[in-house]
T-cell receptor, first 117, second 114 residues
Framework: GAVVSQHPSRVICKSGTSVKIECRSL??????MFWYRQFPKQSLMLMAT?????????EQGVEKDKFLINHASLTLSTLTVTSAHPEDSSFYIC?????????????FGPGTRLTVT | AQTVTQSQPEMSVQEAETVTLSCTYD???????LFWYKQPPSRQMILVIR??????QNATENRFSVNFQKAAKSFSLKISDSQLGDAAMYFC???????????FGTGTSLTVIP
């Protein structure tokens, strides 16, 4: 089946620094990737949608200058949290879609837990 | 905008018994996709079952089946012969045919009692 990986699985950074999270589709080409944020015991909230080679589309209320998304290749998307603050601490999940992955499915990565101290 | 509602924040079931998780959604579309995802403590989202709205037949996947009531916009998940490994958070999700975005419900936390 389609596999999506995320790196790192957890990261701790100091307030004011930036942190990059990678999302990779391992066995298929991901034409579209999605970034979600999940607070404890809550649902997944879509942050942005990225298509390979084009700018990401951000959901309302998500600061594009704070959450930089790059989808430079068909197998890699990155989310950079710039000038992180404690309120950015959360669980970040990526997912990917591609022709090989099926026309209507998304395959999820295992998530990255970000803690900002 | 589409909304997905899961009215049961928590459910519990005895091992080997059957449990049904509820989901309703709101849409003006006639064709769409519906999903149930499982999120165990590892936080990895796992697809449990999917249903295409144009199909009248309810989807089944081993011990998991759905009751899809299109007119009522209801999409419940039935887990038969519940196992300890079924304990997880379950999310109902909706997706338009032409769009990319998934709309998730707020989730139901399922506890399986040995």
């Amino acid at each position: 089946g389609a596999v999506v990986s995320q790196h790192p699985s957890r990261v701790i950074c100091k307030s004011g620094t930036s942190v990059k999270i990678e999302c990779r589709s391992l066995d298929f080409q991901a034409t579209t990737m999605f970034w979600y944020r999940q607070f404890p015991k809550q649902s997944l909230m879509l942050m942005a949608t990225s298509n390979e080679g084009s700018k990401a589309t951000y959901e309302q209320g998500v600061e594009k200058d704070k959450f930089l998304i790059n989808h430079a290749s068909l197998t890699l998307s990155t989310l950079t949290v710039t000038s992180a603050h404690p309120e950015d601490s959360s669980f970040y999940i990526c997912s990917a879609r591609g022709q090989l992955a099926g026309a209507y499915e998304q395959y999820f990565g295992p998530g990255t837990r970000l803690t900002v101290t | 905008a589409q909304t997905v509602t899961q009215s049961q924040p928590e459910m519990s079931v005895q091992e080997a018994e059957t449990v049904t998780l509820s989901c309703t959604y709101d849409t003006s579309e006639s064709d769409y996709y519906l999903f149930w995802y499982k999120q165990p403590p590892s936080r990895q989202m796992i697809l449990v079952i999917r249903q295409e709205a144009y199909k009248q037949q309810n989807a089944t996947e081993n011990r998991f089946s759905v009751n899809f009531q299109k007119a009522a916009k209801s999409f419940s998940l039935k887990i038969s012969d519940s196992q300890l490994g079924d304990a997880a958070m379950y999310f109902c999700a909706y997706r338009r045919v032409t769009g990319n975005q998934f709309y998730f419900g707020t989730g139901t936390s399922l506890t399986v009692i040995p």
